[in-house]
């Protein structure tokens, strides 16, 4: 498949940055909220393979943009490992069954494929709406961040049950990441053998560990998932997210992966001084520059572009995913900013 943005995450000759948003099949489209109210809830959305490929779609039929990807979750493996995953309005994501104990993790299965199908359906509906038209990305969440819900039960602002662990108990903590990691491996394996064009770690939550236990106990991980892809499978390019995680570009770097996505707290010509052309850069417009009005985001779309020193190697994103409020109108802005101001 000829694509700028499969090109450029490869370092190879592009006509213009391609650009993909986080977050892009969401909330900010009327057409998506439709849809999520006909399926009921967001993961009834989610498991039904139709339903996840139309709202995959919706972007792509509104904006001219380089990449789908699919639409899911990134905690669908606890839900299949059993945690029993669901939704509050306005409290994000939660489990009826959170981790507790060592005997908790002791238990857990890391062959969890055969009830994540519905993930894999989706892939290949998408996959042949999409008829070679983009390359499709597909995504799991890092062990780390994955581990920090499970054993918190939801989200957190201090981490207090998996840093306890960590501290008092790191052998256990190591245990449930490697079994996720397994976990994550087979599953990105499987969204490549449906389709999937890209694979993306996303790492939500490395940024609140310190530099020793963000390599021990994250970046760890992601590399050996990343070994265990590569092994099988070398032609798959696979980016790695760590939100706040632009202290840590040349260990990331190291893990082999094929691009790094920074968010809006380091800029991209920091980025590329520090890890060079060795990998593709993926990022890192500040998500509130959405709200702006359109003369401000195509300056602020113009200021990262001048920073990228290269021909190649630059996926234009947000620092992380579109919020719910953002007018459509300005992704249209933004899209048509990124193509202008960057052709070749």
Known sequence: MQSDYLNALLKKPVSRTPIWVMRQAGRYLPEYRAVRKRAGDFMSLCKNPELACEVTMQPLERFDLDAAILFSDILTIPDAMGLGLYFSEGEGPKFTNPLRSAADIEKLPTDVNNDLSYVF??????????????????????????????????????????????????????????KLALSVAAYLRQQVLSGADSLMI??????????????????????KIVKILKAEQ?????????????K???QI???????????????????????????????NLDPAVMYAKPPIIEAEVKKILSQFTGKTGHIFNLGHGINPDVPPENMQVLVEAVHKFSLK
């Open 202 to 223: 996303f790492d939500t939550w490395g940024g609140v560990l310190s530099k020793q236990n963000y390599l021990d106990f994250s970046l760890n991980y992601m590399a």
């Open 234 to 246: 070398a032609q798959i390019p696979i980016t790695l997210f760590s939100k706040n995680g632009g």
């Open 121 to 178: 359906d989706a892939v290949g509906a998408i996959k042949t709406a999409l008829d070679k038209r983009l390359p499709l990305i597909g995504f799991s969440g890092s062990p780390w961040t994955l581990a920090t819900y499970m054993l918190e039960g939801g989200s957190s602002k201090t981490f207090s049950n998996t840093k306890k662990m960590l501290l008092n108990e790191p052998q256990t903590l190591h245990l449930l990441l490697d």
């Open 253 to 283: 770097a190291d893990t082999l992966c094929d691009g790094v996505g920074i968010d809006w707290t380091i800029e991209l010509s920091e980025a590329q001084a520090q890890i060079g052309d060795r990998l593709a850069i993926q990022g």
């Open 248 to 250: 840590h570009l040349p």
